[in-house]
Protein backbone atom coordinates (compact mmCIF):
# COMPACT_ATOMS: atom_id res chain seq x y z
CA UNK A 1 0.00 0.00 0.00
CA UNK A 2 1.18 3.28 -0.86
CA UNK A 3 2.82 5.45 1.85
CA UNK A 4 0.10 8.50 0.90
CA UNK A 5 -3.19 8.84 0.57
CA UNK A 6 -4.43 8.78 -2.96
CA UNK A 7 -6.98 11.30 -4.74
CA UNK A 8 -10.06 10.89 -5.30
CA UNK A 9 -11.14 9.25 -8.98
CA UNK A 10 -13.17 11.87 -10.94
CA UNK A 11 -14.68 11.87 -14.89
CA UNK A 12 -13.55 15.13 -16.10
CA UNK A 13 -15.57 15.67 -19.50
CA UNK A 14 -15.08 11.60 -20.38
CA UNK A 15 -11.74 11.20 -18.53
CA UNK A 16 -11.34 9.13 -15.91
CA UNK A 17 -8.35 10.86 -13.87
CA UNK A 18 -7.11 12.09 -10.55
CA UNK A 19 -8.79 15.16 -8.92
CA UNK A 20 -6.21 18.05 -9.50
CA UNK A 21 -5.18 19.89 -6.65
CA UNK A 22 -4.89 23.52 -7.44
CA UNK A 23 -2.13 24.76 -5.14
CA UNK A 24 0.17 21.69 -6.43
CA UNK A 25 -1.07 22.99 -10.17
CA UNK A 26 -0.29 26.88 -9.70
CA UNK A 27 3.36 26.37 -8.12
CA UNK A 28 3.93 23.55 -11.44
CA UNK A 29 3.02 26.08 -13.47
CA UNK A 30 4.28 29.39 -12.28
CA UNK A 31 7.53 27.71 -10.72
CA UNK A 32 10.93 27.60 -11.84
CA UNK A 33 11.11 23.80 -12.22
CA UNK A 34 8.82 21.69 -15.16
CA UNK A 35 8.35 17.95 -15.42
CA UNK A 36 11.03 17.65 -17.38
CA UNK A 37 13.05 18.88 -14.81
CA UNK A 38 11.25 17.32 -12.29
CA UNK A 39 12.54 13.94 -13.21
CA UNK A 40 15.90 14.12 -13.63
CA UNK A 41 15.45 15.14 -9.74
CA UNK A 42 16.17 12.15 -7.11
CA UNK A 43 12.30 11.54 -5.69
CA UNK A 44 11.25 8.52 -4.40
CA UNK A 45 9.11 6.92 -6.68
CA UNK A 46 6.36 6.82 -3.95
CA UNK A 47 6.22 10.63 -4.01
CA UNK A 48 6.14 10.65 -7.77
CA UNK A 49 3.27 8.49 -7.79
CA UNK A 50 1.28 10.89 -5.48
CA UNK A 51 2.88 13.95 -7.60
CA UNK A 52 1.32 12.26 -10.69
CA UNK A 53 -2.20 11.90 -8.98
CA UNK A 54 -2.03 15.32 -7.74
CA UNK A 55 -1.53 16.83 -11.25
CA UNK A 56 -4.64 15.40 -11.56
CA UNK A 57 -3.19 12.40 -14.37
CA UNK A 58 -5.60 10.59 -16.86
CA UNK A 59 -5.67 6.71 -15.23
CA UNK A 60 -4.91 5.17 -18.40
CA UNK A 61 -1.57 7.73 -18.72
CA UNK A 62 -1.06 7.03 -14.90
CA UNK A 63 -0.88 3.36 -15.66
CA UNK A 64 1.89 3.58 -17.96
CA UNK A 65 4.47 5.72 -15.74
CA UNK A 66 7.40 3.44 -15.04
CA UNK A 67 7.38 4.48 -11.59
CA UNK A 68 3.83 3.50 -10.59
CA UNK A 69 4.31 0.14 -8.59
CA UNK A 70 2.05 -2.78 -9.82
CA UNK A 71 0.57 -2.34 -5.79
CA UNK A 72 -0.93 1.19 -6.02
CA UNK A 73 -1.88 0.66 -10.24
CA UNK A 74 -3.93 -2.50 -8.03
CA UNK A 75 -5.29 -0.16 -5.22
CA UNK A 76 -6.28 2.43 -8.43
CA UNK A 77 -8.09 -0.30 -10.29
CA UNK A 78 -9.73 -1.39 -7.05
CA UNK A 79 -11.00 2.23 -6.36
CA UNK A 80 -12.31 2.69 -9.71
CA UNK A 81 -13.89 -0.45 -10.00
CA UNK A 82 -15.99 0.28 -6.24
CA UNK A 83 -16.94 3.42 -8.07
CA UNK A 84 -17.59 2.40 -11.23
CA UNK A 85 -20.27 -0.08 -9.24
CA UNK A 86 -21.68 2.47 -6.76
CA UNK A 87 -22.09 4.52 -10.27
CA UNK A 88 -24.30 1.74 -11.45
CA UNK A 89 -26.54 1.04 -9.11
CA UNK A 90 -27.38 4.98 -8.42
CA UNK A 91 -28.76 4.34 -12.34
Not at 9 to 27: H, S, W
Not at 37 to 46: G, K, N, Y
Not at 66 to 90: D, F, I, L, P
Request: proline share 5%; glycine share 6%.
Amino acid sequence: MSKHPMQPIIDDAGVTRFKKNAIVCFLLNAGPFNLNQLAMMPFSPEDREQFAQLIGYSLAGYGELSYVSSETWQEVEKKRAAQTKRRNYGK
